[in-house]
């Protein structure tokens, strides 16, 4: 559904996590690119552009981020970037996700160690 | 052999503005170097630090440059292309001085002939992107493509290049093909 709210009940993907965490360590300044390179920096994992935009636009749909263009530049062909930015819902939606993954597996491992 | 001419010997790029760059380029030429080829990277600089075409009436009509396109980066990428353009006309290279930062570009290596991206991939993307999208997708890819052929070389962007094509057709088809069998079963429903 286009443009409803973030429902308490909802938690993340791992995708929108990681992106979400990224706009969280770099507020002002992450578009496409930077977000790609940070998540396969981080994960390992070799991540796709398509993957990330669409991605970004359901996170922009359900209030998590909001975006903006930026300046076209040469190394960009003369386009523009568009800039995205984490939400105080994005930051909420973060904060229950951490919590629930918490509750579930917190500990778990260490338990069967033991 | 290629001749090394200092440019910018004081100040980084990040620091000037671009008529004070173009003054120090003129004062810099040396007997060897051919004014024209001074002349032409002045118009490049010009038309490197506006970005789009467009922009470049905005020069032409004596007004003053935005100055969130007077970017580090746009300077930097400008000279870096100078440089390759140069080396594969095998022009006399001027080099920028050490002391000009050139990381906001890849690593700053100015050995790279400029490439440009494979537009056959670039068409793909802009059948399957939506609009709104595919300025900024494009635009990544680029930017992201020249840093990995300053890097690994042209064969090996290329290759990542087309791999990124692929991916996003599958990204994005996969969007196109979910709303199509939605809305075929919307009809469906309407119908009965």
């Known amino acids: 559904m286009v443009g409803h709210s973030y429902m308490a009940r909802d938690t993340l993907g791992t995708f929108e996590y990681q992106i979400l965490s990224v706009l969280l360590r770099q507020p002002c300044d992450a578009y496409g690119a930077t977000i790609q390179e940070r998540i396969e920096d981080t994960t390992g994992r070799d991540v796709s552009i398509g993957a990330l935009y669409t991605s970004l636009d359901r996170l922009e749909r359900k209030g998590l981020v909001s975006s903006w263009w930026g300046e076209p530049t040469a ?40 | 052999m290629i001749e090394k001419h200092e440019l910018v010997p004081e100040k980084s790029l990040a620091e000037i503005e671009v008529d004070e760059l173009i003054e120090s380029l003129r004062q810099s030429a040396t007997a060897d170097v051919d004014e024209t080829l001074i002349e032409w990277l002045c118009n490049r600089l010009i038309v490197g630090v506006q970005g789009l075409r467009d922009l470049r009436i905005h020069h032409e009509l004596g007004l003053p440059l935005p100055p969130s396109l007077i970017t580090k980066s746009n300077i930097a990428y400008e000279v870096w292309r100078f440089e390759s ?108």
């Open chain 1, 75 to 114: 190394e960009r062909g003369g386009r523009r970037k568009r800039y995205y930015k984490i939400e105080a819902s994005g930051v909420e939606a973060v904060r229950r996700t951490e919590a629930m993954h918490a509750r579930f597996g917190g500990g778990l491992l260490a338990s069967q160690v033991i």
């Open chain 2, 85 to 192: 353009e140069a080396r594969q006309n095998r022009f006399p290279v001027v080099l920028v001085d050490g002391s000009c930062d050139l990381s906001s570009f890849g690593n700053g290596s100015t050995h790279q002939p400029m490439i440009a991206v494979p537009s056959a991939a670039e068409t793909i993307i802009s059948y399957v992107c939506t609009p709104d999208r595919l300025e900024a997708v494009l635009g990544d890819l680029e930017r992201n493509f020249a840093r990995r052929a300053t890097k690994q070389g042209e064969k090996a962007a290329r290759g990542w290049y087309w791999w990124q094509t692929a991916r996003t057709v599958a990204a994005f088809g996969f969007q196109i093909v979910v709303k199509a069998v939605l809305l075929r079963e919307l009809l469906r429903k309407l119908r009965l």
